[in-house]
């Protein structure tokens, strides 16, 4: 990583919930491609009550990182705010702990932000997009499904709200995050119908993406959960207005 002080580039919150088999590899490979930038960057994994070693895993890696530990499993979204509100870059990058985008692909948001958004998020369904792993069929229908009925009840333009790979400058990222109520994994769609209302530069990017069969995100428990709270984001923040 680049030695400068003074304030990171770049910061990239993890969120980790019983992680302790793929974190370390996923780390290793952040550090190598931060050791290639001529950026400073920070890292900052945060626990989400682990049952396993992930704790130890995180602390154990090498790099410039930070371990913020939860007082239990609060949620993937209270998870990645938590990070976003204590990261000091002006680049704010959330990566799922599993690297399904590999890091390098962050060099694409990047440029979209140096071109004029403030948010870039990463993009499964865009025709540039390289799946080299796709998720079992049921899976990618369900998620077809969500993102339908995501677009026709409160995101219209975005096609893919749920890829666990966004970057936010660091004034967006701080205004966003701080009005973000959901802690669950309909958090993604919460913060970019906020970003929106706000009136922030929203990008969708094609990203390279691989499946992860040790997938988090419960196949009926949790969709259930995310479509009930799609139903509450409009009218959680319907009182918001562009910042410009």
């Known amino acids: 990583m680049g030695s400068s002080l003074g304030k990171p580039h ?6 980790a919930y019983n992680e302790e088999n793929r974190l370390g590899e996923t780390l290793r490979r952040v550090a190598e491609y931060l050791d290639d930038q001529s950026f400073r960057a920070e890292v900052i994994v945060v626990d ?11 602390r154990a890696s090498r790099g410039e990182h930070r371990v913020l530990v939860n007082d239990g499993n609060r949620g993937k979204g209270y998870s990645v705010r938590r990070g976003a509100l204590e990261a000091q870059g002006d680049l704010i990058l959330f990566s799922d702990a599993d690297l399904s985008a590999p890091i390098d692909q962050f060099d694409k948001l990047r440029r979209a932000i140096e071109d004029g958004a403030d948010v870039a998020i990463g993009s499964r369904a865009m025709p540039d997009s390289d799946i080299q792993i796709h998720q079992p ?4 229908t369900m998620g077809r499904t969500f993102n339908f009925l995501v677009r026709a009840l409160v995101i219209p333009g ?3 709200t749920q890829c666990g790979f966004k970057a936010f400058t660091g ?7 701080r009005r973000q109520t959901l802690p669950g994994f309909a958090f993604d769609v919460e913060i970019l119908y906020i970003a929106q209302r706000l009136g922030y530069r929203v990008r969708e990017v094609p990203v390279v993406w691989r499946d992860s069969p040790d997938t988090r995100v419960g196949a009926m428990s949790d969709s259930l959960a995310m479509f009930s709270d799609i139903i509450r984001i409009r009218a959680i923040h319907s009182r918001l207005r562009p910042l410009r």
Do not use: H, Q
């Open 137 to 140: 069929w049921y899976r990618e």
């Open 48 to 58: 989400d009550g682990s049952t396993d070693a992930t704790v130890e895993v995180a």
């Open 158 to 160: 975005i096609s893919d």
């Open 171 to 177: 004034a967006s990222a701080r205004e966003i995050f």
């Open 10 to 15: 770049l910061s990239i919150v993890i969120p």
